[in-house]
Each structure stands twice: as C-alpha cells, then as structure tokens.
C-alpha cells in the first residue's frame, strides 16, 4: 500500500508544473504546447525571424557596418527611423486613451484602454530593442542613468523619457498582469495608482515625442527646408496623438478578425461604436496637424519649394495622407461607416510613417551625394524585430485579461452606454437566427 501510495505521488504533477501548464502553456501539457507550435503561421514567423537573429548576432560580433550603411554624414539609418521614430508615435495610444478614460472619465472608451496600453508598452520597449541594436553595448543602457549624466543633450532627455515611462506603462499594465497571476494585493495596489500613473505618463509622453522633434531643430541645413520648421516638436507630438487614436482603431479591427475568441462581451459590443468615436478624435486632431503643417510652411517661406521634386513629394504627404483621412474620418463619421473609418486610420497610420522617415532619413542629408537610404540586412533586422513584437503581444493577450475582464475580477465601473450594447446582443442575434429561418 506505501508503495502503491508513492507511486501515485511520483504521478501527480506538482503544483509549480500545473501552474506552468495553466499560465505559460495557456492550460496544455508541455508536449501539447510543443505540438501546438508547428503550425504554417509559427512556420512563418520563424521565416521571418531567424534571418533577423542571425544578423542581429553579425552586428554584435563584427560592428555595425557589417549590417547598415549608417555614416556620420548619415547617422540613422532603417533601424531608428523606423524602430524608433515611427514606432514611438505608433506607441503613443497609450497615454492618449488612458487620458481620456482615467483623467477626463470618458468610460465608453473603456473596453479597449488595456489594450492601448499593452501595445504602447510594447512599442516603447521594442523601440528600445531598436535602439540598442542601433547603439550596441546594451550592458551599458544604465550609465545615462547613473553614471554619466549629459543634461545638455537632447539624447540625454530621450533616454530618461523613454526609460521612465516604459515604467510607467508597465506599471499601468500591471493590474492584468497580477490578475493573471490572481494576487489581489498586489492588483488593488495597482490599481490604487492609476490616476497618478496616468498623469506622470501623460507629462512623461508629451515630453517624449516632442523631444524626439526637438532632436532635428540641432540640423539646419542637414534636413530639407520643407520640413525643417521650429514647430518639429509641436508638429511631432500632435502627429502622435493622431497615430495613437489611428492605432487604436486599427488594432481593434485586427483583434475582432484574428483574436475575437479573447475578448469579452463588452469589448465586442463596443467595438463599433469606439471606433465611430474615435475616428471623430483623429480628424479633429488631423485638422490640427494639417494647419500646424501650413503655418510652418508659412513661417519659413518656402512656397517657391513646392515646385520641386521634394516639393511634388512633400504635397503628396501633405495631402495624400493628412488633409485627405481628415476629410474621410469626417465623411465616415456623418456615414457611420465603420469600415471607411478603419481604411482610413490605416492610411493615418501610414502616412505618419512617412513622414518620420521623410524627416530622418528621405530629407534628411538631402543634398548629400551617394547615400544609400535602405540597406537590405536593416530590412530584414526590421521585419524580424516586429515580428518577434507581434508574437510577444499574441502571447500576452492569449493569456492575459486584455481584451476584456477577468472572470475573478469584473471591472469596477461599466458605462451606460456599453451595458446597453451588450444587452441588445442576444436580440440581435436572436433576430438574425428567426431571419435565418424565415429564409
């Protein structure tokens, strides 16, 4: 019998391995788990990835000319302007939904500040991913913090930005990680903080995007006149508010086709009308962008500079992708059309990539001869960072409540508005069932 009984023991999993089973293996056995991955989207990925590891390690062991055609004429390359200028913006839905919900109490807004959050937290710390592969040495990261301090440098207020607030937003983030983990201490206290997280992240992001702006008042001459103005950094933060509401919407779209099963009742019946919503905020802050971009125009006097060919192009980035999603988001918005409002802050989206790469790598050094503006092993050191991104953010929301609430912790305050779509749920789909049969 004390053998039988010992035997029985040796077979009962041990509570550490159930708990790894239920939380890191998203409740399969390991073996599960490692069946589960192959998969032709892992398969996929893992295309898109192993190149970029290898040549991540290429730049590590040999340099960073083994890998980008970066210079001291040219000092970013597709690393930073698009790992670090065009991703800090795409972070920015972060602080701009956590604004509007927990300091100025728009509650309809709700259901999709999780997952502002989440992808701002992200964001930046993939952003740092950029820039340390961009820097090297990342064993290093914490002298401007302690060691060597540089308060003239602009470079100096970026890294303290960046660093404070990817706390910041970890600890906004916390509340679903310890829900996760189901400690109900450390959540309360979490939660207790989110006011004041939200302020310091507010000042902290402000701050931040507009210093990256500031970063480019130090190149007169380097940048094209076009878009070298004094207002870089109004210009910088206001184009990040509109790509964090752009952002939100467009993630939103993407969870409701590929990760739907994840969200909850709530985050499903408000769906549409956040982003009906929100496309109004974006071309509001469009319309805001768009005569901001005239008064720099104005203020500099360039005018003679729209015949140009940089002057064709900047025209196209002027129009094609501020005045017109503006124009858009308000036709969409009278229309209540909630797919013209997802293209459009697609195109929003877009089209402030293209102006951060205008700014730090297509205008920049404009006159400069012979510069090779895309080096193909940055490509694809690019493509395998986000991807490595999107994958970290598959994980957490498969795990985590961040698209709707936990079932052990319901949220504390539901708006009217979202409890009357959830309740007209059932009869909507009642109603399509009885047309279902009628036909």
Not at 82 to 110: C, E, I, N, Q
């Amino acid at each position: 019998m004390k053998i039988a009984a010992r035997t029985d023991a040796r077979k009962r999993p041990s509570k550490l391995s159930t708990w790894i089973e239920d939380k890191i293996f998203d409740g399969q056995s390991f073996k599960d788990y490692v069946r589960w991955l192959f998969t032709p989207f892992n398969a996929i990925t893992a295309v898109l990835i192993i190149p970029g590891l290898y040549l991540i390690a290429t730049r590590f062991l040999f340099g960073l000319a083994a890998v980008t055609s970066a210079s001291d004429d040219q000092p970013w390359g597709v690393f930073l302007s698009l790992g670090l200028f065009a991703g800090v913006p795409w972070s920015a839905k972060g602080f701009v939904l956590g604004t509007a919900v927990y300091v100025f109490g728009m509650r309809d807004y709700h259901p999709v500040v999780k997952n502002a959050i989440l992808i701002g937290f992200l964001g930046y710390l993939f952003a740092v991913v950029f820039l340390m592969i961009d820097l090297g040495r990342p064993w290093r990261i914490y002298y401007p913090m302690v060691v060597s301090f540089g308060p003239a440098s602009v470079m100096f207020l970026v890294a303290w930005h960046v660093a404070l607030y990817l706390s910041v937003q970890l600890l906004e983030f916390s509340p679903s990680v310890f829900e996760w983990l189901g400690t109900k201490g450390l959540r309360k206290w979490a939660k207790s903080m989110t006011i004041g997280l939200t302020i310091l992240g507010i000042i902290l992001s402000t701050l931040h995007q507009s210093a990256l702006g500031a970063m480019f008042l130090l190149t007169p001459g380097k940048l094209h006149p076009l878009w070298y103005t004094p207002f870089l950094p109004w210009l910088f933060l206001v184009s990040a508010i509109a790509t964090g509401i752009s952002a939100v919407i467009v993630v939103t779209a993407l969870n409701m086709r590929f990760l739907k099963q994840r969200a909850d009742s709530q985050y499903l019946a408000s769906a549409d009308r956040i982003t009906l919503g929100l496309g109004q905020a974006a071309a509001l802050v469009l319309a805001s962008y768009f005569a901001l971009k005239v008064i720099a125009l104005a203020h500099g006097d360039h005018w003679g500079l729209l015949n140009t060919p940089y002057g064709y192009w900047y025209g196209v980035e002027m129009i094609g992708f501020v005045l017109t999603p503006c124009i858009l988001f308000v036709a969409a918005g009278k229309a209540k059309n909630v797919g013209l409002v997802r293209f459009t802050a697609l195109l929003t989206v877009i089209g402030v990539i293209i102006n951060r790469l205008n700014v730090s790598l297509v205008a920049f050094n404009w006159n400069l001869p012979g510069r090779e503006l895309l080096n193909p092993a940055e490509a694809i050191i690019v493509v395998s960072v986000l991807t490595i991104e999107v994958l970290v953010y598959r994980w957490v929301v498969n795990r985590m409540p961040v698209l709707g609430a936990h079932p052990d912790y319901p949220e504390e305050v539901e708006s009217p508005a979202v409890r009357e779509e959830i309740l007209a749920v059932p009869v909507q789909l009642s109603a399509s069932v009885e047309a279902g049969a009628q036909h």
